[in-house]
Each structure stands twice: as C-alpha cells, then as structure tokens.
T-cell receptor, first 113, second 115 residues
Framework: DQQVKQNSPSLSVQEGRISILNCDYTNSMFDYFLWYKKYPAEGPTFLISISSIKDKNEDGRFTVFLNKSAKHLSLHIVPSQPGDSAVYFC????????????FGPGTSLSVIP | DVKVTQSSRYLVKRTGEKVFLECVQDMDHENMFWYRQDPGLGLRLIYF???????EKGDIPEGYSVSREKKERFSLILESASTNQTSMYLC??????????????FGPGTRLTVT
C-alpha cells in the first residue's frame, strides 16, 4: 500500500503558465516533505522541502503548499519553462523512521513551448 | 561540486549470476541508500546504511544484500540474479543530521537487465 501517492502520472502545461503537481499521503507520522526532480538518464535531484510546522515554502519559481488536515501537498511552478520538463517525485519522512524517505510514483511534467 | 558515482550505467547479466553494484560518494556523508526505480512504483528503498558496517533493511530487501566497509562506498549485491530484478538501481547519500538527512544526493543510476 503506497503511503505517498501522486495520482497524475503525467501533466502538460504551456510555457509561461502555472504547473501544479499534487501529492497525497496516508501516514500521519510524516513530518517532513520533499520534492525531487528527475531528468532522463540522471538521478533525482532535490528541489524543495517543507516541514509539517509550515504550510508554505517558496524558492524562486517553486512553491510547495502543505495541507495537513487533508494530508495533501502541492508543488506550484510559476512561470513554467521548457527546462522544467521532467519527472517530479513527492517524498515524505517521519522522525521515527531513521532517515528513511518514502517516495511517490512520480508525475511526468511536459512544458510545451 | 558534490558527487555520487555508480560503477556502471548499463549492465546485462544472466539469471543466476552474482551481481555487484558499486556506489561511491565524495561528500563525507554518513547515510547511504540503495533504491530501485520501476514504472508506476517510484523509488523503493532496498537497503540503507547510516554508518560504516551498519545496514538496515528497506522496504524490498529480499534477494539483495549490501556491504559498507568504508564510509564513502556502499555496495549492492544480487546473490543470484533473477529476471524480476531487471530495473534501474539508484544510489544516494545524505548527511545524518535532520532535516538535511532527508535531502539525498543521487547517482546517475545503473540500468540492470537480467536475461
């Protein structure tokens, strides 16, 4: 049973528009959430994170929103650029789990010029 | 620039062979991880190590073992490769102190095919 879910396997967005990638989790012990980006033939790279004590974290064009009551987080990319085309993995971790991170299945984002 | 390297980008092995995947990091990280990535399943943790000679099972350890004799090197071993172990294998490392422990640095991956 997946503890981190990304229900959209793929998403297409026009360049310059907003990309919204969604993620749901089931484990209420998760207290830290991350997004990773992966280009083909490369390993994932860390993008942005948020602690459960916050509901928003912003880094340039990337903003992550956390809704703990709904067990939902989202990644907003504004404005979207063709170089943002990649697979995005949502991930989560709990204090009790050593330093383990649980990854979702990923969403493939295509930004169309 | 931080770096995690994996010994091979592509590997083809026969069923029953013993397979070694090597990973080296140059960031003096305490934690190292082995994942496999399969379509629709994301990254699944096989094993991780939080110190030299220490190892912990991840979510899917069956059919795998690991070795960490030096801090910078973490090896994944498939004792007897099977076709269901055909996958992309990713190594990662991280610091031990939270929350930076959750920010993992990944190698480029090894695409293993077992025939």
């Amino acid at each position: 049973d997946q503890q981190v879910k990304q229900n959209s396997p793929s998403l297409s967005v026009q360049e310059g528009r907003i990309s919204i990638l969604n993620c749901d989790y089931t484990n209420s012990m998760f207290d830290y959430f991350l997004w990773y980006k992966k280009y083909p033939a490369e390993g994932p790279t860390f993008l942005i994170s948020i602690s459960s004590i916050k509901d928003k974290n912003e880094d340039g064009r990337f903003t992550v929103f956390l809704n703990k009551s709904a067990k939902h987080l989202s990644l907003h990319i504004v404005p979207s650029q063709p170089g943002d085309s990649a697979v995005y993995f949502c991930a989560a971790s709990a204090k009790t789990s050593y330093d383990k991170v649980i990854f979702g299945p990923g969403t493939s984002l295509s930004v169309i010029p | 620039d931080v770096k995690v390297t994996q010994s091979s980008r592509y590997l083809v092995k026969r069923t029953g062979e013993k397979v070694f995947l090597e990973c080296v990091q140059d960031m003096d990280h305490e934690n190292m991880f082995w994942y496999r990535q399969d379509p629709g399943l994301g990254l699944r943790l096989i094993y991780f190590s939080y110190d030299v000679k220490m190892k912990e099972k991840g979510d899917i350890p069956e059919g795998y073992s690991v070795s960490r004799e030096k801090k910078e090197r973490f090896s994944l071993i498939l004792e007897s490769a099977s076709t269901n172990q055909t996958s992309m294998y990713l190594c990662a490392s991280s610091l031990a102190s939270r929350p930076r422990a959750y920010e993992q640095y990944f190698g480029p991956g090894t695409r293993l095919t077992v025939t």
